[in-house]
Each structure stands twice: as structure tokens, then as C-alpha cells.
């Protein structure tokens, strides 16, 4: 069974300030169920694509490759953490649901 609280009908935003300033990527969770391994997962995927997205670099082409690295990886690891208060939430809600 789905339930949602109204936070999670909101969008998560992704960003990492030092390298993807003023691209920030919504990634929509509304539709997910975060309780369960296969919404996380889809989560997690969702947070790699917007992270894509959100880090695209103009720099030397060496240079570029590196600091696209960093930023999905600063991006990824922001928008985990903010996730998780997402998916505790979500479980919180399935247990009391099932009492």
C-alpha cells in the first residue's frame, strides 16, 4: 500500500552549489514508493539522471571530465541525504498504516 504525506508530493531539488550553481534539476518522487527497495532504487536512479543534467561543465576538455565527476558526485551525495528524510518518512508512514 502507497501512502504519501504531502511533503512527498513534492519535488526533491538536486544541486551542488560550487559546480552546478543555478542548475538545479526537480526530481519528482510523488509516484514512488520509498518504503519499498524498488522505489528507493528508483530514487536513486532518478538523483544519477537530474545529477547528469544539473553538471554539464564548460571547461578544457580535460578539465571538463574531472569537474563533471565531482559535481555529479557532490549532487548525488546532497541529494541522497536530503532523500533519506524523504524515505524515513515514507516508512514511517507504511508502519503506522499497517496498525
Do not use: W
Amino acid at each position: 500500500m502507497k501512502i504519501y504525506s504531502p511533503l512527498l508530493a513534492t519535488v526533491l531539488l538536486l544541486s551542488a552549489p560550487a559546480f552546478a550553481k543555478d542548475h538545479e534539476v526537480p526530481v519528482a518522487y510523488g509516484d514512488l514508493n520509498l518504503s519499498s527497495p524498488e522505489g528507493r532504487d528508483a530514487l536513486d536512479h532518478r538523483l544519477r539522471v537530474a545529477a547528469e543534467k544539473a553538471c554539464v561543465v564548460q571547461a578544457a576538455p580535460i578539465e571538463q571530465a574531472k569537474l563533471e565527476r565531482r559535481c555529479r558526485a557532490l549532487a548525488i551525495a546532497d541529494a541522497r541525504e536530503k532523500a533519506q528524510v524523504a524515505v524515513a518518512r515514507a516508512q514511517t508512514n507504511e508502519q503506522l498504516a499497517a496498525r
